[in-house]
């Protein structure tokens, strides 16, 4: 049995890990941004269930509630970086406070609870850590921008962190679902304001399309968290785990789109090169 922290408890996919992996018989420490949520969420598994108060975007804050975990429940053995939320919006349209404050979510919350665990777990040599990107991470729509950057340089900084935690044993992966059937799409989706009449054509059917799917979505949290829990169980752990088939159809759209950008202007790229220059190894 693991001791596992989880960011972001009160709803959505959060939620249905931490309930998953009780379920299992684990001990889930959760995160919640309200008082009125600790008690229902410690009612879920006396003794094995934890909640605590947390904004992610409190890096003191973090620090403080991770080493609390680590001196009072026990060492953690898996990390979850899983609070976050949607900004959908024309990017021209999008304050940049707006912006900022998405990353600061999505990005930096994240960053502060990796980095507040990674403390404990290199010392012993062990360890999990997690975050939740999203199948935007690995591919962009239009009208999430600045939502698709953030989990786009969340992406990056795991791949980054798991070169460099290789050889003290702990595993890093990135977890990228498609759409759940959570309220992500709904109440929880912050949105801006259309103000400009050029985007109505591109943009407000996707609008529209996203209000309609919002509650009958493909995925289903709780076979999520069964996936989650089997790769808590190998011994060799994905660095990447995309959810659902419509995130590994358009993830891999995505990505076919950007190799044949590279392949057609290959020639073009090894231009820029000095004759004598060295090669950058990727470790």
């Known amino acids: ?11 959505g996919l959060g939620r249905a890990f931490a309930v998953g992996a009780l379920e299992a018989g684990h001990t889930v420490v959760g995160t919640v941004r309200r008082e009125d949520d600790i008690a229902a969420f410690q009612a879920l598994a006396p003794g094995r ?13 973090v620090t403080t509630v991770i080493d609390g975990i680590e001196s009072t429940v026990g060492p953690l053995d898996v990390a979850i970086a899983n609070a976050g939320y949607g900004l959908e919006g024309v990017f021209e349209e999008t304050p940049l406070a707006a912006v900022r404050a998405q990353f600061e979510t999505n990005v930096f919350g994240a960053a502060a609870t990796l980095q507040a665990a990674l403390r404990h777990m290199r010392p012993r040599r062990s360890g999990h850590l997690m ?15 600045a939502y698709c950057g953030s989990k786009f340089a969340l992406e990056g900084m795991l791949d980054s962190i798991r070169k460099e935690v290789a050889a003290f044993g702990i595993h890093v992966t990135a977890i990228e679902p498609g759409s759940f059937r959570t309220d ?15 985007y109505d054509e591109v943009f407000d059917p996707i609008r529209e399309a996203r209000l309609k799917a919002s509650g009958n979505q493909l995925g289903n949290p ?22 659902g088939s419509d995130a590994l159809r358009l993830i891999g759209q995505g990505r076919q789109a950007v190799d044949e950008d590279i392949r057609t ?9 000095f004759s004598d220059g060295a090669q950058i190894a990727n470790n």
């Open 265 to 273: 202007w290959e020639e073009l790229s090894r231009t820029t090169d």
């Open 131 to 145: 975050a939740v990107t999203s199948m935007g991470g690995l591919m962009a729509v239009p009208g999430m921008s």
């Open 1 to 11: 049995m693991k001791t596992l922290l989880i960011t972001g408890v009160s709803s």
């Open 222 to 243: 709780q076979k999520a968290a069964e996936a989650l829990l089997h790769i808590l169980s190998v011994p060799e752990p994905p660095g990447h785990l995309v959810l």
């Open 49 to 61: 269930a934890h909640a605590r108060l947390l904004d992610v975007t409190d890096d003191e804050a």
């Open 184 to 198: 992500w799409a709904g109440r929880s989706m912050t949105r801006a304001e259309r103000s400009i009449a050029d």
